[in-house]
């Protein structure tokens, strides 16, 4: 049974790249693999995430992802799938349907259902509770931002933490002074669950305060660089991290500053079109290409942080 001291070091959220007319690039995806997924910088695989555009994918080719990571990674790493489920029954449909195609946990995104404040009710803690016993499988929490409406409470996340099939949780509460309330709660009464930093703005802040990991789509772009500063924190050495950290800066402000936000995964897509790895950056709809000022960011960003000539 995998547990969350299974799910320590960096996560990639890896990014899925697709041809010109919207179809999977599989030979692409393939080579973002080869690239993000290295053991020597990379320890778990989330697939099937905001990074890898899930909802705009089908069943089937969500499972054919996972599918193919596993292939690429081998039966020895965990591999994590997200499920982005609208309610109950599609929660379960998707976790079931993740673990057939080779997935080891599932990542829980709050459901729509969840919205509107219900998030922060006892109806948050009853979904995952009711969800890990039907699965009985691992499962993850993605923490939303709090000002999304979707975040869960502070006392709702150590609710969760205490429910037996919880092992992690992806903590994107997206303000420093929650990250480190959630993750002391937690922590307090659970553990063993692994806390993940995903505050892109924070890294270093985070991993400075305490966390078990890094779990991040910018490690689809920029592996070494999380792995850099993920091993400085381990070794608590600040003039590492804070160098780390310097060359990081100039990357997380060209992916993550220009509005909206939600374009960030198609900036590290242009990223990896610039380094050679894949050959076209384009999305799929709802969300669309970048201007050329921001791909020209992203570019002089990555020549910066010394990843490309």
Not at 255 to 279: A, E, F, N, Q
Request: aromatic share 6%; net charge negative.
């Amino acid at each position: 049974m995998i547990t969350g001291k299974d799910l320590g070091g960096i996560t990639v959220a890896t990014v899925l790249p697709f041809h010109e007319d919207g179809a999977i690039d599989w030979a692409g995806y393939e080579a973002v693999l080869a690239h993000c997924a290295r053991p020597e910088t990379t320890d778990c695989v989330f697939v099937n995430g905001h990074a890898g555009e899930a909802t705009a994918l089908t069943a089937e080719e969500k499972a054919e992802v996972i599918r193919r990571t596993r292939d690429h990674i081998g039966k020895d790493r965990i591999l994590l799938a997200g499920v982005v489920p609208t309610g109950y029954p599609e929660a379960v449909a998707q976790a079931e349907a993740a673990r057939e195609a080779g997935a080891d946990v599932a990542v829980i995104f709050p459901a729509e259902a969840l919205g509107g404040g219900n998030a922060n009710t006892a109806a948050g803690v009853r979904f995952i509770e009711k969800l890990g016993a039907e699965l009985q499988m691992p499962l993850s929490i993605f923490q939303f931002p709090i000002a999304s409406g979707f975040g869960f409470s502070t006392p709702v996340l150590a609710e969760m933490a205490q429910i037996p099939e919880v092992v992690a949780i992806k903590e994107g509460s997206a303000t420093l002074l929650a990250y480190d309330e959630n993750r002391r709660a937690v922590k307090a009464v659970a553990p063993d669950v692994a806390i993940l930093p995903s505050n892109f703005h924070w890294f270093f802040a985070q991993v400075a305060l305490g966390g078990d990991g890094i779990l991040s789509g910018l490690a689809s772009l920029v592996p070494d660089l999380l792995a850099d500063l993920w091993k400085a924190s381990q070794d608590l050495d600040l003039a590492r991290m804070r160098a780390a950290n310097d060359r990081l800066y100039p990357v997380v402000r060209a992916i993550y500053g220009p509005s909206p936000v939600v374009d960030m995964h198609t900036r590290m897509k242009d990223g990896l079109r610039l380094m050679g790895v894949i050959r076209n950056s384009a999305p799929r709809l709802p969300l669309l290409p970048q201007s050329d000022a921001v791909v020209e960011g992203v570019r002089k960003a990555l020549v910066t942080a010394g990843v490309l000539q």
